[in-house]
């Protein structure tokens, strides 16, 4: 296969964005992906697939935390019953603080 932009080269990678075959010349690595070096639209496109990724990284952190919070009130008022010798109350916060925890932790895996 030969380059897209030039004839006589023969292609070493293809472009991650448009698909187009690229020579040593012409490819770029970009945060670890490749892409043509010529073209300012896949380098925008490649930027902005990053940047939303990165995001979608952002809001899995918060939505982890916001439960592993959850997670930690149940615990407290667990306790509380605990202390009261509420024992039924207990195990049924124990449950759930064990549901929101995991499912924090999914999400802080991501
Ligand atoms: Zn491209
Ligand atoms: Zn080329």
Known sequence: MKCYFHNDNDAISTCISCGRALCQLCTKEHNNVIICTNSEFCTEKVNFEIKTFEKTQKSYKIYGFFFLIIGFFIFISAILDFIKGNIGGVMIQ??????????????LKK
């Open 94 to 107: 124990t449950l759930f603080m064990l549901m929101f925890a995991s499912i924090g932790y999914t999400y």
